[in-house]
């Protein structure tokens, strides 16, 4: 697929979504908001997972993306939704760009503790600090855009269109991103890291621009996050929401960028009903689910269709 | 990474079948939506999974499942005799509030706008009460929440559709403190045990600004804030037992307090120390015979072995443990009822006055704002936060292993009256412990 008609492609995505959305009840468009915003979190992964790695601590800056906006909210009175989302993908993108350099050292099992380490210090720093809620953490009321308040049923549509474009541009860029000579370059470093190095590309220096991609994504993540759910805490950093980051980007292989948010609502919308329907038993239907996912999709939601173009040996990259 | 054969075609029907029940299950959820006339949907969000289950979240899912029943047939005792909630029958659709706050956002939504209940009873953690009132709010919404601790959900904001109908936590440990001061305890030093998250600090506060005005020459020796869900306390009940204080206070709950009790008192702790509890009725039946005697401990209410013997009490009390096979209700199963009948009083009340149709959620917040009504745990009167915060009567006593009925009992009971343990509508708890009470009438124990 050339970058044009990539683009193209996305665009027409997106305008189609936007259409759906008119006719989404008002449940589901929330639903798919968290969705989107959970998904390009999992995004975030899959660009550093494509260099072999994977990050635990996603929710590390999800939770500073997420923070960062919440705070812009109520402490410096910036109500306008799209402000407080790039301030939280900044304020992520900062402290990937800070601590990428020194992760990008570390390979495999090590890189992932380490994040995972990361995000834990960070949950157990705002747990002790009652500032911003301690444990419970704190609301933040409905925001603005372009200087309307964003309620009722109009505000639920516009927060779906909103996450629909920022995570569906967010995910275009990323998608030109892997198909650039530097996106290429990380597939390069998965096979073979070595010999990346001496045909004399630096694959720290690649490492940690994924990193810092990455946290950036996360941060986006968390700041639609917080916009939509009206609430932050702690857990945003837990070790668990960043597992099901993880678990997203692995249901959906690491083939292709929409598989994330496929499987990113699939996720949502089985825990949805499991919850209500078998509200005793309902993480075993989730996990049935993910079991289900493993065994007969073991590369991803994504193989379905994006696999098979893959498969051809010219354009698979995983061959050292 | 390269994909096996993978069997497309049979899970592409698979998931074509799964769709068409996905889809079926949508339409019969319409149709069934459609006859909502005659009943009344509550959505019950209470934890059926996780730490919080065992001790707080099942006992309540057991409490709201023996009131419907029994409201259900019309069996309750007057003034609740009239079947389901103003001759609608109650229909529960019980959600688990595991899985934390974004979680709950999300079901909140689904509970209102795609099972269309009308009003939602839940909420035990004070983390999933802070984030769902709001929710409730924009949406326009009926929302009680029934047993949460932290007093911030209407001190820091106020609200039309959103309803508390039980104390919060404040009155655990004023009550607590007046407690030990009526009884002349002494507490010239106390060490604290606490978790590290909100439940635990915010009751670490309010009990070290109760003390500092009922025993002001009193010093505090270890202050320990042992993770949520540590288990393991053989460091804390070593600090514990060096201190030697006069007194040992602690907020732990559930798996953790059990945890802990059981491996402080082999080592003799308790002997040496007082053990004062704010809320530990819940693990008097697990414990049995190895909860120490002599314990000062609290409910978060009038409630179990604590509640006062009145006709309500006595058939909720009686009805429950039947229905359980021998287990008595304690605080989250007692929270929920009065939670459920304070729907029930408010729908009435509500359909006296617009002329016996089903409520909009206006009428019910309209109805429900400041009212008063029994409960198998004493009066719940809504007179904080607008009349949107109740405040009920308190108990605190101490344990006795009784070997001849095989059970854990509490005597030297004293209930507290709600204005003597709450402060008045005009005044954050904080501020109230801290200026000394301005207010409380403690004039009536009524032991």
């Known amino acids: 697929m050339s970058r044009t008609v990539l683009v193209l492609v996305a665009a027409g995505l997106m305008a189609a979504l936007l259409l759906i959305g008119l006719a989404l009840p008002r449940w589901l468009l929330f639903l798919v908001t968290l969705a989107a915003s959970h998904g390009i979190v999992s995004v975030g992964i899959l660009v550093i997972m494509r260099g072999g790695l994977v990050s635990f601590g996603q929710g590390l800056v999800f939770a500073i993306g997420g923070y960062a906006a919440a705070l812009s909210f109520t402490q410096l009175g910036i109500t306008d939704v ?114 990346v190095e001496y045909l004399g590309t630096s694959v720290q220096s690649v490492m940690a621009i994924n990193f810092t ?101 010219s354009s698979g990259g995983e061959t050292p | ?105 999300q079901e909140l939504r689904n509970l209102y706008q795609r099972e269309n209940v009308d009003a939602v009873v839940g909420y035990i953690s004070s983390g999933d009460c802070l984030a769902v009132a709001p929710v409730a709010e924009e949406l326009k919404k009926f929302l009680i929440l029934f047993d949460c601790g932290t007093p911030r959900i209407f001190e820091d904001a106020s609200y039309r559709y959103v309803f508390r109908t039980s104390a919060h936590a404040t009155q655990d440990n004023v009550a607590l403190a007046r407690y030990m001061r009526a009884r002349n305890i002494n507490a010239g030093t106390f060490s604290m045990i606490n978790q590290d998250y909100a439940w635990g600090q915010d009751s670490r506060s309010d009990f070290v600004a109760a003390m500092q005005q009922l025993y002001p020459q009193a010093t505090a020796n270890a202050d320990l804030l042992p993770k949520f869900g540590a288990g393991q306390y053989g460091t804390e009940i070593s600090a514990l037992a060096r201190a030697n204080s006069n007194v040992i206070y602690s907020s732990l709950w559930g798996g953790d307090l059990q945890a802990f009790i059981l491996q402080g008192a082999p080592r003799g702790v308790f002997q040496r120390s007082q053990l004062v509890l ?121 344990t006795r292993w009784d070997a001849a009925r095989r059970q854990v009992v509490i005597e030297d009971i004293q209930r507290f009256a709600a204005e003597c343990v709450n402060p008045p509508a005009n005044m954050r708890s904080q501020d109230w412990i801290k200026a000394g009470f301005p207010g409380a009438k403690c004039d009536t124990p009524g032991n």
């Open chain 2, 1 to 105: 990474m390269s994909s096996p054969p993978v069997p497309s075609i049979g899970l592409r029907r698979l998931a074509g079948r799964m769709l068409a029940a996905a889809a079926a299950l949508t339409i019969g959820l319409a149709a069934s939506s459609a006859q909502a006339q005659e009943t009344f949907r509550v959505g019950i969000v209470t934890f059926l999974s996780g730490p919080a289950a065992e001790s707080f979240g099942v006992p309540a899912r057991h409490g709201a499942e023996f009131l419907i029943e029994q409201l259900n047939r019309g069996a309750a005792p007057a003034p609740y005799n009239q079947v389901g909630f103003g001759g609608m029958r109650i229909e529960p659709i019980i959600v688990d509030e595991n899985g934390g706050a974004t979680k709950q956002v």
């Open chain 2, 278 to 398: 704010s809320a530990a009725d819940h693990v008097l039946q697990p414990l049995g015979e190895r909860m120490p005697n002599g314990t000062i401990i609290g409910a978060r209410g009038a409630y179990g072995l604590m509640s006062a013997d009145t006709p309500l009490n006595r058939w909720f009390f009686d009805g429950y443990s039947q229905a359980r096979g021998g287990v008595y209700p304690v605080q989250a199963a007692y929270r929920v009822t009065q939670a459920l009948l304070g729907l029930k009083a408010a729908v009435e009340k509500a359909m006296a006055a617009n002329g016996g149709k089903k409520p909009t959620p206006e009428q019910l917040a309209d109805a429900l704002r400041g009212l008063e009504w029994d409960s198998p745990g004493g009066l719940i009167q809504m007179k904080l936060g607008n009349g949107h915060q109740a405040i009920q009567t308190m108990a605190i006593g101490r």
């Open chain 1, 82 to 195: 799209i402000v407080l989302i790039l301030i939280g993908t900044a304020a992520a993108a900062l402290v990937g760009a800070a601590v990428g350099p020194l992760l990008a050292r570390y390979t495999g099992i090590f890189f992932g503790m380490l994040t995972l380490a990361l995000s834990m210090v960070a949950y157990g720093v705002l747990i002790k600090s009652p500032a911003v809620g301690g444990s419970d953490g704190f609301n933040i009321p409905r925001g603005t855009l372009f200087g309307v308040r964003l309620e009722g049923a109009g505000g639920d549509y516009a927060l779906y269109a909103l996450a629909i474009l920022v995570t569906g541009i967010a995910a275009t860029a990323v998608a030109l991103h892997t198909r650039s000579a530097r996106g290429l370059m990380t597939r390069a470093i998965h096979g073979n890291g070595l010999r």
């Open chain 1, 213 to 313: 991609i990455a946290a950036a994504l996360g941060g986006l993540g968390g700041a639609l996050t917080i916009v939509a759910l009206g609430h932050i805490e702690p857990t945003f950093a837990f070790w668990t929401q960043s597992g099901e980051f993880v678990f997203v980007a692995i249901l959906a292989g690491s083939h292709s960028v929409t598989a994330v948010f496929i499987a990113s609502l699939a996720l949502e919308l089985v825990r949805s009903f499991s919850n209500l329907y078998f509200p005793n038993t309902w993480q075993m239907a989730l996990g049935l689910f993910l079991l289900a996912i493993i065994l007969f999709l073991p590369a991803g939601i994504g193989s379905l269709w994006a696999g098979r173009r893959k498969a051809s040996p």
